[in-house]
């Protein structure tokens, strides 16, 4: 083995005549809760369901105040209609235009969503999807017939309906029209001069027994107005069509009052001072789903915190005293617990909600039910982590040290496990809004009169109309979706970031 020879002058001591000490450290030290948010913000998935999350908390309190519409806006005419706001419907894009697809639509059929564009100026045919050439047999001649695929936008689609008005208002109407300038009242169309058809308030032109149109040689519509005075209900000294050569009548005499074509669009802007403007469009009852959603989901979210905090609280207190004392008293809680756990939940609300809430009303009955045994879960693990605990050398010493009960289970024991706890808890409360939604779905509880709306009531609402109008349960699902899936990413994130076995560890 050989050797490096360093030569004397290069060798010198290090440190030569020097006092060593300890230096102080050059790192600041963290608390548990600082070392548990650096550990949660290197976990991504967590990171980003918690944004997600806070986006539909601010979503929950921030729709109902900025929508145009409160949740007890109920429209009987827009019902389970598709989103749609004007100004983006005019621009073309393919959404927020109220769109309807129907299929297999005649020539006659697209006469008439032309007869409803000419009339109103509001044309209610956005695209034709295709075009269909079909070949039949009639009577031994060869019969060519052609169908279209279409889009319609379904605020236009509804056109004229019949109203019955009083006659000031009435009057009020003729008024509104002079000061913005807005056709809301169309002329009358005697029954008589459409061959005695009645419901279909959007025919204004000559058609057939059938109903359908009957063109002029130069295949433009008949009008069929009436024009006989002495059927007129009352003086109309407003708006007229530009066709109007001014002796059509605008209303039709009934029982004291006025009945009279209307275009609902306008007659929406005369009764709500403004255009229709549906983000997520409406539900089965009329409602805003936007407004909706929000509405339900802060319920939804309060209450399961509500219940949430109270579980924590009982469960704490009573997992603390089994846990701390052990023997005969923890097994004698630990039956109880048995027992009640045993009692199903939907059974517990149904009987509570038939009973209990005439008396105390449905919100305190509902929540009597979570609270029932929903604490059985936070005391067991409470419970678990005093067993995990008790022993411990600091407890020990506290107890030396003269320390009460009290103090043991609350300031020495409870802290240490507080982590742990708190991770439950958050995970705690997407269950309580699953099994709300639930029972609010299923019809067993109905909250409406009090919150208005549930996310549960919306989507059963949805569920009933899936095929014809999808909105109505796509926008609730997203919502309840990401909500579920968010808190247990962010539950689950809590739950490592609070572990004890990890504190320090840097990854």
């Known amino acids: 083995m050989e050797y490096e020879k360093i030569p004397a002058e290069e060798f010198r001591f290090v440190q030569e005549n020097e006092i060593i000490r300890d230096k102080e450290l050059q790192t600041k030290s963290r608390s548990f809760f600082a070392d548990a948010l650096v550990r949660f913000s290197k976990n991504k998935s967590s990171v980003i369901a918690t944004w997600i999350l806070a986006f539909l908390l601010v979503y929950a309190l921030v729709a109902p105040l900025i929508s145009p519409y409160n949740i007890r806006d109920l429209d009987t005419i827009y019902i389970n209609y598709p989103p749609f706001v004007r100004k983006v419907a005019d621009l073309g894009l393919g959404i927020l235009d109220g769109a309807t697809s129907l299929d297999s639509q005649s020539e006659n059929a697209m006469l008439a969503w032309r007869a409803i564009a000419e009339e109103t100026g509001m044309d209610p045919l956005i695209r034709v999807l295709g075009t269909h050439e079909t070949e039949t047999k009639n009577k031994g001649q060869t019969v060519y017939r052609t169908t279209y695929d279409i889009e319609v936008n379904s605020y236009y689609r509804k056109g004229i309906i019949y109203k019955t008005f009083s006659y000031s208002e009435f009057e009020n109407i003729q008024q509104w029209q ?203 693990l409470t419970r678990k982590q005093f067993y995990r605990f008790k022993g411990q050398e600091f407890v020990m010493a506290a107890r030396t040290l003269g320390a009460s009960d009290r103090r043991l289970m609350f300031k020495h024991i409870f802290p240490n496990a507080i982590g742990t706890i708190i991770t439950s808890c958050a995970l705690i409360i997407p269950g309580v809004i699953s099994s709300e939604t639930s029972m609010t779905y299923l019809g067993i509880v109905d909250l409406s009169s009090f919150a208005g709306t549930t996310i549960g009531t919306l989507l059963s609402q949805g569920n009933a109309v899936v095929t014809s109008a999808p909105h109505a349960i796509l926008y609730p699902s997203i919502f309840l979706g990401l909500l579920m899936i968010c808190f247990n990413l962010f539950g689950n994130g809590l739950r490592d970031a609070f572990n004890p076995s990890t504190r320090g560890v840097d990854d």
């Open 178 to 380: 002079n000061e913005n300038g807005i056709q809301v009242i169309y002329p009358y169309v005697d029954t008589k001069d459409i061959n005695g058809i009645t419901g279909r308030p959007n025919i204004w032109y000559q058609v057939d027994k059938k109903g359908n149109p009957v063109l002029d040689d130069n295949g433009e519509f008949i009008p069929v107005y009436c024009t006989n005075a002495s059927k007129a209900g009352a003086e109309y000294n407003s708006l007229r069509i530009p066709s109007d050569p001014g002796n059509y009548i605008y209303s039709y005499g009934k029982s004291g009052s006025v009945q009279c074509r209307v275009l609902y669009y306008n007659y929406y802007r005369y009764v709500n001072g403004m255009e229709p403007s549906y983000l997520m469009g409406t539900n089965a009852l009329g409602q805003d789903i936007f407004c909706g959603i929000g509405v339900g989901a802060r319920f939804s979210i309060i209450f399961a915190i509500l219940v949430s905090s109270i579980n924590l609280t009982i469960g704490a207190v009573y997992g603390a005293i089994q846990g701390y004392y052990g023997g005969a008293i923890d097994m004698a809680l630990d039956r109880i617990s048995d027992i009640l756990s045993g009692v199903p939940f939907m059974v517990v609300t149904t009987l509570f909600q038939l009973h209990l809430a005439k008396k105390v009303g449905i919100v305190p009955s509902f929540l009597f039910a979570f609270v029932l045994t929903g604490w059985i879960g936070m005391a067991a």
